[in-house]
Antibody
Framework: QITLKESGPTLVKPTQTLTLTCTFS??????????VGWIRQPPGKALEWLAL???????RYSPSLNSRLTITKDTSKNQVVLTMTNMDPVDTATYYC?????????????????WGQGTLVTVSS | DIQMTQSPSSLSASLGDRVTISCRAS??????LNWYQQKPGKAPNLLIY???TLQSGVPSRFSGSGSGTDFTLTITNLQPEDFATFYC?????????FGQGTKVEIK
């Protein structure tokens, strides 16, 4: 059974750095083709893809946020950490981590097939 | 980035109705298209991948079609638990952007 859970501060001040941790179980990030991604959702708005890290430490970032994001993994702890620098009120959102895998038999297609419950981060002074 | 545009942004429907949601990509994405359902206060749930393949456990009243740039999610015989917001997402390249969502409400 795959589960993921996000943790981190619920309130950060503008210009501060946000550090979020995704702790997961039921899979290993050392398994080929497995990844963990971060997605956020401002209140009442759409989902936004942020970053993804793969089993082989390949890392991908949203180009619009690339300079502010860092994603890392600790395979031994079953954790993925996302840091976002220079936080602004517009970064107020629910942040989700999700399991990414090849969902089809042929292995061509990926999806976020398991999600954490999300954590609301408010940016305010 | 590839932009994903959904239409409509919201719709009202009755129980038992057939509902169609469209998703258009700003460039061709073959069939690298996923659909998710999100209920209020909950994380999204994968419904369909590869444009038309139902994720395990998803009811057969959900179906997806399309390739290239134009895709459709269809729900037949709308049930009470189907009232939610639906998102498309491409996985053709990075970032795997999502559409802006389509909210299905009760008429």
């Amino acid at each position: 059974q795959i589960t993921l859970k996000e943790s981190g501060p619920t309130l950060v001040k503008p210009t501060q750095t946000l550090t979020l941790t995704c702790t997961f179980s039921g899979f290993s990030l050392s398994t080929t083709e497995v990844g963990v991604g971060w997605i956020r959702q401002p209140p009442g708005k759409a989902l936004e893809w942020l970053a993804l890290i793969y089993w082989d430490d390949d890392k991908r970032y949203s180009p619009s946020l690339n300079s502010r994001l860092t994603i890392t993994k600790d395979t031994s702890k079953n954790q993925v950490v996302l840091t976002m620098t220079n936080m602004d009120p517009v970064d107020t959102a629910t942040y989700y981590c999700a399991h990414s895998s090849r969902v089809d038999v042929s292995g061509y297609y990926r999806a976020f097939d398991y999600w954490g419950q999300g954590t609301l981060v408010t940016v305010s002074s | 980035d590839i932009q994903m545009t959904q239409s409509p942004s919201s719709l009202s429907a009755s129980l038992g109705d057939r509902v169609t949601i469209s998703c258009r990509a700003s460039q061709t994405i073959n069939t690298y298209l996923n659909w998710y359902q999100q209920k209020p206060g909950k994380a999204p749930n994968l419904l369909i991948y590869a444009a038309s393949t139902l994720q395990s456990g998803v009811p057969s009243r959900f179906s997806g079609s399309g390739s290239g740039t134009d895709f459709t999610l269809t729900i037949t015989n709308l049930q009470p638990e189907d009232f939610a917001t639906f998102y498309c997402q491409h996985t053709y390249s990075f970032p795997g952007t999502f559409g802006q969502g389509t909210k299905v409400e009760i008429k």
